[in-house]
């Protein structure tokens, strides 16, 4: 008898834990079984913060300001502890020299003089950043005691790449994050208002979502970016560029929320809402839209992907941010060129960073979407 009571008892508090757990606790609960998303979360979590650190973390400007002039289109520097000198407890690098050579068509050959040595330090006074935009600061993750180094190169005009890279996920992650708040606000005032009136308001607000839907966003952004005035400043166009993202991507989640509205507005919360002379306002606030808040978040998740893709794809093509703003789509503008395919490999670093990013929403969102779905379970 002592033993049954004991086997039951963990049983009926994970019983009693379940049927008093809150969405949110269900949702978590799902999504820690799924490992591929769990991974991912972790990957997406690093990368988000080594963009919001990214001015601590890179050793160096990733303007122009921060260029090394004698180390143009330079391979990646790794750095060592031991050679055939002996062994360090730094990090450091041999002294290189460069010089353009007639047999390699002046390209330039690298001459390492193995018995000079660079160390590497760690939280060094280097270039002044913004932390955040507004926290200032000179400390940086890494650094050399004499000269630069470049863990992934640089490219034609002598910046770090390591330094562009992160702070490109950065930027990229900005205009995604902008984007997706555009759409998700336009998304949850015109689908509330279409599901919950329903009527010829409805119909006339579904005719111009379908209208938006049907506008092919290449040749509407070639048509907007030749309209954009040249003087515009990088900050102006980065503006733009998450306006425009966002005023196109409304419709999908729109069509969800109205949705879910027609076929909640009857229910008896709602009517009771009305009885007690509720506005219609505070009822989709307060009653419909909070009934599935976590399907809206894993639309959200979905978005980022699509947001980024669309900024990424658009500076590459030349119509999004240009330089000197630092994204991943201005970073793979530079791939293009057979020279770069053929001599300068490093160039392809930040496309590594652009697929992990994209595929660790990818993986989140599923994740969140199967755990969102109560019948998930069910179904596997």
């Known amino acids: 008898m002592t033993t049954t009571t004991k086997t039951t008892a963990p049983n009926q508090k994970a019983k009693e834990a379940y049927f008093?757990?809150?969405?949110?606790?269900?949702?978590?609960?799902?999504?820690?079984?799924?490992?591929?998303?769990?991974?991912?979360?972790?990957?997406?979590?690093?990368?988000?913060?080594?963009?919001?650190?990214?001015?601590?973390?890179?050793?160096?400007d990733p303007t122009v300001a921060g260029r090394d002039k004698d180390y143009l289109n330079g391979a990646p520097q790794i750095p060592k502890f031991c050679d055939e000198n002996g062994c360090s407890m730094r990090p450091f690098l041999y002294t290189v020299t460069r010089e353009r050579s007639l047999a390699t068509n002046f390209r330039w050959v690298e001459k390492i003089n193995k018995d000079e040595r660079r160390y590497m330090q760690f939280f060094v006074k280097g270039d002044d950043y913004k932390l955040f935009g507004f926290i200032p600061g000179n400390i940086h993750l890494f650094g050399m005691e004499e000269g630069y180094v470049?863990?992934?190169?640089?490219?034609?005009?002598?910046?770090?790449?390591?330094?562009?890279?992160?702070?490109?996920?950065?930027?990229?992650?900005?205009?995604?994050?902008?984007?997706?708040?555009?759409?998700?606000?336009?998304?949850?005032v015109i689908g509330g208002i279409s599901g919950y009136y329903g009527g010829w308001l409805d119909s006339v607000i579904q005719m111009v979502t379908d209208a938006i839907r049907t506008v092919p966003a290449i040749p509407l952004f070639m048509a907007i970016a030749a309209f954009i005035p040249p003087e515009w400043s990088a900050e102006t166009r980065f503006f733009f560029i998450s306006m425009i993202l966002g005023l196109i991507g409304w419709p999908t989640l729109a069509r969800r929320v109205r949705t879910h509205l027609l076929t909640e507005r009857n229910q008896e919360y709602v009517l009771a809402a009305?009885?007690?002379?509720?506005?219609?306002?505070?009822?989709?606030?307060r009653h419909l839209l909070p009934s599935f808040t976590s399907y809206i978040i894993v639309d959200l998740v979905i978005s980022f992907p699509y947001m980024v893709l669309s900024e990424t794809?658009?500076?590459?093509?030349?119509?999004?941010?240009?330089?000197?703003v630092n994204s991943l789509g201005v970073m793979l503008q530079n791939v293009?060129?057979?020279?770069?395919?053929?001599?300068?490999?490093?160039?392809f670093i930040p496309v590594i960073f652009f697929i992990a990013l994209v595929m660790a929403f990818v993986f989140v969102g599923d994740g969140l979407r199967d755990a969102a779905d109560p019948y998930s379970e069910t179904r596997k």
């Open 20 to 60: 008093t757990a809150s969405q949110g606790q269900l949702i978590w609960a799902r999504f820690k079984k799924q490992k591929a998303a769990m991974v991912a979360a972790v990957v997406l979590l690093v990368l988000i913060l080594s963009g919001m650190f990214a001015p601590f973390l890179s050793p160096y």
């Open 313 to 324: 794809a658009l500076s590459f093509i030349g119509l999004g941010l240009k330089d000197p």
């Open 274 to 285: 009305r009885l007690c002379g509720a506005s219609p306002s505070h009822i989709i606030r």
């Open 150 to 188: 470049h863990l992934f190169g640089t490219d034609s005009a002598g910046k770090d790449i390591f330094s562009r890279t992160f702070h490109a996920v950065w930027t990229s992650l900005q205009v995604g994050t902008m984007g997706v708040v555009i759409s998700f606000v336009l998304a949850l």
């Open 336 to 347: 293009t060129k057979a020279d770069v395919l053929l001599n300068y490999q490093w160039y």
